[in-house]
């Protein structure tokens, strides 16, 4: 289920929503749909949208995780990377899966392959595609409040760097220019990487564009505060 809520600042908005929704930080993703810095005469202002982890009613959801209590972690873990490894060989590819880290409420997960190039497929969209078969698995494991990640070859961090490099670029270009931007179609996590990257930049407004999980931010100029 999906939700949207407003406030000045991003952690205002996800209090208001951790409050509204009567859940903790850990039941929900966040994305940011717009960002605007605030001014002399203007307000800030960020949209977000809420991802509900799980739309199972909580007496169900509740009995669902105590069952699933006896799943010691480790014998989790090891169920996860055994499913990862399976659903890789089952594409044609050999592949050695590892635990990357374990950092509240998120596990890292490593996929060693001479195919890596692949797994990752154009923009990561391959990777993407595993890790979502990776958090579902995970959910029916009952650890919906797990989110996995999986990386390869160091992928997503060099995607994170490429990403605010190029969203400082762009912003030069739009200040320069004073005109808008439309950036090239992302996912949740990478949306939110530019919307944080140029939030403090008090001339330049942000906002997501487009339906589905790969959208469009728009980097727009708005002026001096």
Request: charged share 35%; net charge positive; hydrophobic share 35%.
């Amino acid at each position: 289920m999906e939700y949207e809520f407003e406030g000045r600042t991003e952690e205002e908005a996800i209090e208001t929503a951790a409050k509204e929704l009567g859940l903790t930080r850990d039941g929900f993703d966040v994305e940011i749909i717009e960002s605007q810095r605030g001014g002399f005469l203007k307000k800030g202002k960020t949209r977000i949208k809420v991802h509900i982890k799980s739309s199972v009613p909580k007496k169900v959801e509740k009995k669902r995780l105590t069952q699933a209590s006896n799943i010691r972690d480790s014998e989790f873990e090891e169920k996860l990377l055994e499913f990862i490894r399976l659903v890789v060989e089952n594409m044609g590819y050999s592949c050695k899966v590892s635990l990357l880290f374990r950092e509240n409420q998120k596990l890292g997960i490593k996929l060693d392959s001479d195919s890596a190039a692949i797994l990752i497929g154009k923009k990561g969209k391959n990777l993407d595609a595993l890790q979502l078969l990776a958090n579902v698995y995970a959910g029916h494991l009952g650890k919906e409040d797990v989110r996995v990640i999986l990386d390869s070859e160091n992928y997503r961090i060099r995607r994170e760097e490429t990403i605010v490099k190029m969203a400082y670029e762009i912003a030069e270009k739009v200040r320069n220019t004073k005109t808008s931007v439309l950036l090239e179609p992302m996912n949740p996590f990478e949306r939110r990487i530019v919307h944080t990257t140029l939030n403090d930049i008090v001339d330049l407004e942000t906002k997501s564009e487009g339906d589905g999980l790969y959208k469009q931010v728009r980097v727009m100029y708005r002026g001096p505060k």
